[in-house]
Each structure stands twice: as C-alpha cells, then as structure tokens.
C-alpha cells in the first residue's frame, strides 16, 4: 500500500466528503488532501482524473482506489483497527453499521431542505412536514445510541467512530438552521462541533472563495 490520498469537494457544501476526511484526521491519520471545487466548468474531469465514479470523496491507497463515504469510512477502519472507527463488542458494532448505513441510504428530506452549509446561519428555514419525522428519527438515533452505548465518551458509542462520521453533516446542519433539539442531542451535537478535526475542516470551509448558488438558501 502506498500513501492516503482523500479527494473531497468543496468544505462548505459537500457532506460526502466531510465525513471520511473528519473521521481520518480525528484519527490522526496521514493523508494528502485534493480538493475538487464542485460545479465549476472542469470538476467533473478533474474527478475523473481519480475515479470513473464521477464523484466526490475518492480515497486513493496505492493501487486501491474506494469512493462512496461510507465505503471509505469501513475501508479506513479495516485498514487501520487501532484507529477504533468501529466499536469492539460485536453487538455494537453491527447498530454502529446499521445506523451509519440508515444515514447514508435516508433522510432525503433534510439534505433536500437543509443543505449543507457551514458559513451561513439560517435559523427556521428548511423546517417543514416532511423534514420534521426525520429530525424526531436522528434524534431517536442519537438517543438510543448513547443510552446503550456511550457511557464511555460523548459519541454514540462512548469514542468518535464511524457514526458519528456519517452524522456529523447533519449536525452541522442542525446549527445552520437552528433546529430546536432535546438535551441529549444538543450535547451530543457540542460534542461533535467540539472536535479539533472539525474545527479545522469549518475554519477551511469558513475561508474558501467559492458560493455555489444552487445550494444557497438565502
């Protein structure tokens, strides 16, 4: 195997790329970092140039090449265990899966309504019938996880691992567009944007010269 290489999009929008990038570098794994500005007239070529996916996040190992967050997210954790990305009882690992898996498959209605966006504060917008279910599910998620398996750290399964990974756009959309939250979920949201790894990943976000207007809510 050879050097990490983790191609992303642009910090601000994309949450594909937030979650494999957030979760390697809490780990303090070493990687080279290739940001693809997203909606720009070359992107999608300048993606192909490191995968026939056509999208956003590529992991590069050497010869193995794996796109897809989660995909990359299981890879990392197989490929580097001490890294604890995935719970050690079995039975936490598989709601760990299944949890993570629930956040890569579901909730259209949040990413539809409430796209990713770490520079703006947006409080009420994107709140409506069909995003409301969904936010009551995650904060179900969240719940659950924490009473069964967090006792021994502030993440849903006590360490930061892959869930919290695959949910960690949405917390970050839950501050953008100010969704009231129980106290479970608040603590378990500061706890989240308290991390040195995504504090580095907003001060980016925060400093990139690009606005895609498509995915502006203003």
């Known amino acids: 195997m050879g050097a990490l290489t983790l191609v992303i999009g642009n910090k601000n929008y994309s949450s594909w790329s937030l979650r494999p990038w957030l979760a390697m570098r809490h780990a303090g794994l070493t990687f080279d970092e290739v940001m693809v500005p997203l909606w720009t007239d070359d992107h999608k070529e300048k993606i192909l140039a490191h995968s026939s996916s056509g999208k956003v996040p590529i992991l590069k190992d050497g010869d193995t090449v794996v796109w897809e967050s989660l995909a990359i997210l299981e890879y990392v954790a197989d490929r580097f265990p001490d890294a604890g990305l995935l719970p050690d009882d079995p039975a936490a690992r598989a709601v760990a899966r299944s949890v993570a898996a629930e956040t890569h498959a579901g ?112």
């Open 107 to 218: 909730f259209p209605a949040i990413r539809k309504s409430m796209p990713m966006n770490i520079r703006k504060s947006l409080p009420g917008r994107g709140h409506n019938d069909d995003v409301t279910p969904e936010i009551a599910r995650v904060c179900a998620i969240w719940a659950d996880c924490r009473a069964r398996f967090g006792h021994d750290g502030p993440f849903l399964f006590g360490r930061f691992g892959v869930a919290d990974a695959m949910f960690a756009p949405i917390v970050a959309r839950f501050r953008t567009y100010d969704v009231a939250l129980d106290a479970v979920s608040a603590a378990y949201c500061k706890a989240v944007l308290d991390i040195d790894a995504f504090k580095e990943w907003e001060e980016s976000a925060r400093a990139e010269p690009w606005v895609i207007d498509r995915v502006e809510l203003d």
